[in-house]
């Protein structure tokens, strides 16, 4: 009875939702009280409506217009080689606009590069995502599956869950995070950042570890099988990782279980640099104050892989200084 009050509690009075409170494990006696640390997606939502202007969030939620705003500011991110919309003019870097299937057809066969990923331009949680290699007489994808240009187009046009497509560079992991993983899939940081007059605060950082033979790093409460690990943000070092048991609830993870290496006192690469460009990526995106940064760290540097105005609250424990700061933000928001 002490176990179910406590749960109707934190969803009552924090908004905690029932996956929320497994996966934290805040029924656990001995974690009263740390629910004042943790943030519940309910709420964070509330705080990001309130800081980030709506007529700004598509500059990050819409990927299309994200990644051309990178290229205009300077930013690394993926390189955008199309932008396709069935039955609509398109955009190429080229500067050709295709636009009935025949002109795609004859674009998608010439101009893409040997290694490309397609994905939806309003998808999440990588949903949509694929990655292709060029073949002979056309493309293979992540799969193994075949397709020429024109199958390729019609499975996109076809789609009924979403209308417009990027087609765009496909990055790769640095050489210590594969050794530490044993994958090529990319791997993202999550960085979360706030804007505070004229300064960035780094409010939280992860990164999303792929552990099976997936091509999306997203952690999704645990149910793609991934992990989600804290990283030290002073010193740029990972520390235990969050898998997730059968029955929803939250486990410590410290060694992969592809590798067996450790994941604790693993230093992240390019730590600084992936630091510095989410900095400037939050200054530069502003009046959206806010983001949950995407950051790959490839062997040529980190790149932003997409910004998130409304990005799930980590479940592991908030610091209580970055909490300090959400509220104050809000606020005087």
């Not at 939620?61 to 932008?83: I, M, N, Q, S, T």
């Not at 410290?254 to 693993?266: A, F, K, M, N, S």
Request: overall charge neutral; aromatic content about 6%.
């Amino acid at each position: 009875m002490r176990t179910a009050a406590r749960a109707a509690r934190l969803y009552l009075e924090r908004g905690f939702s029932p996956g929320e409170v497994l996966l934290s494990g805040l029924l656990d006696p001995a974690r009263c009280g740390e629910e004042r640390r943790l943030v519940s997606k309910r709420e964070m939502v509330r705080i990001q409506q309130r800081l980030n202007p709506h007529e700004s969030i598509l500059n990050v939620e819409d990927k299309d217009r994200f990644y051309r705003r990178c290229e205009e500011l300077g930013l690394a991110a993926p390189r955008l080689y199309a932008v396709l919309e069935p039955g609509r003019p398109g955009w190429t870097r080229e500067g050709v606009s295709p636009r009935t299937r025949a002109e795609w057809v004859a674009h998608l066969d010439r101009a893409l590069p040997e290694w490309f990923v397609v994905k939806p331009v309003a998808g999440v949680y990588g949903r949509g995502l694929t990655i292709y290699v060029r073949d002979e007489g056309g493309f293979r994808d992540h799969d193994g599956g075949r397709v020429d240009a024109g199958q390729l187009y019609d499975s996109l046009a076809s789609n009924a869950r979403f209308e417009r497509w990027l087609i765009q560079e496909r990055l790769v992991n640095h050489s210590d995070l594969v050794r530490l993983t044993g994958t090529r899939a990319l791997m993202t940081l999550r960085l979360d950042t706030l804007a505070v007059e004229e300064r960035v605060v780094l409010v939280d950082a992860s990164l999303k570890v792929v552990t099976g033979d997936g091509v999306v790093d997203n952690f999704q409460g645990g149910t793609s099988g991934n992990l989600d690990v804290v990283i030290d943000t002073r010193r740029g070092i990972l520390r235990d990782g969050l898998g997730v048991h059968q029955d929803g609830s939250g486990r410590r993870v410290e060694t992969h279980p592809r590798t067996g290496l450790t994941i604790p006192g693993v230093e992240v690469p390019l730590w600084n640099e992936a630091v510095a460009l989410a900095e400037r990526a939050a200054r530069s995106f502003l009046p959206l104050r806010t983001v949950g940064w995407d950051v790959a760290v490839t062997p040529e540097g980190p790149a932003l892989v997409e910004g998130n105005a409304f990005w799930d609250p980590p479940p592991q424990l908030l610091g209580a200084d970055a909490l300090d700061e959400l509220e104050r933000a809000w606020r005087s928001a």
